[in-house]
Structures are given as structure tokens and as C-alpha cells.
Nanobody
Framework: QLQLVESGGGLVQPGGSLRLSCTPS????????IGWFRQAPGKEREGVLC????????FLANSVKGRFTISRDNAKNTVYLQMNDLAPDDTAVYYC????????????????WGQGTQVTVSS
């Protein structure tokens, strides 16, 4: 069974932090670019950050620069999204997705997606 599973979402106060995890079943993340995307109600899905197979990050949204980082732990076969200084506008369902190529912000280029994890930023 081929799966991507996101975890780590929840409710946090503005200025708080969360660390999301993306863990696969049935394949090795090391061989793929892994992108984090998010979708808020009534809005299009947008790219957040992507990590290439050489671990070079690509920011897909200007609004998260300086606040979010992405990393890969090949031993754990997991990609992380560290989110700091969270704001209400960061509230969304966060998805990870794989691409057997370089990083891209085009959602149509990713061939497998997780089910998402809810992040809510509110006081």
C-alpha cells in the first residue's frame, strides 16, 4: 500500500511553533523531492516549502520565509516542516507530496499526496 502520512498538526497560539512530519509507506523519501502545501477554506492549494533530493530547500511562498524550515532525516525516512512564529493566516490543512524530479510549486507535478493535517493558529 502506497501512502504518505502527515502528522503534528494542532491548535497553537499566534507566535507559537509546530513541527509537522511526513512519513511514507511503500517507498523511500530519499529518492523524491518532497513538497509541503497548504489549503485554507475557500482558497486554492498553495506551495509552502520543498526539499530536493540533495536536501536543498526551495521556498514556495514568500510569506513563510524566515519562519519555516524544511529538513529530511533519511534514517527515519521522514521529512519535517518546522513552523515558527505562526500567525492566523497560516491556518490551513497542510499536505506533503512527492515528485520524482526537482522541486516545484506546481501542484499538478506531484504524483502522490497525503491526506493532510490541520493546523489552526488562534488565540
Amino acid at each position: 500500500q502506497l501512502q504518505l502520512v502527515e502528522s503534528g498538526g494542532g491548535l497553537v497560539q499566534p507566535g507559537g511553533s509546530l513541527r509537522l512530519s511526513c512519513t511514507p509507506s511503500g517507498f523511500t523519501l530519499r529518492n523524491y523531492a518532497i513538497g509541503w502545501f497548504r489549503q485554507a477554506p475557500g482558497k486554492e492549494r498553495e506551495g509552502v516549502l520543498c526539499i530536493a533530493t540533495n536536501n536543498r530547500p526551495l521556498f514556495l511562498a514568500n510569506s513563510v520565509k524566515g519562519r519555516f524550515t524544511i529538513s529530511r532525516d533519511n534514517a527515519k525516512n521522514t521529512v519535517y516542516l518546522q513552523m515558527n512564529d505562526l500567525a492566523p493566516d497560516d491556518t490551513a490543512v497542510y499536505y506533503c507530496a512527492r515528485r520524482y524530479s526537482y522541486c516545484s510549486g506546481d501542484v499538478t507535478l506531484y504524483d502522490h499526496w497525503g491526506q493532510g493535517t490541520q493546523v489552526t493558529v488562534s488565540s
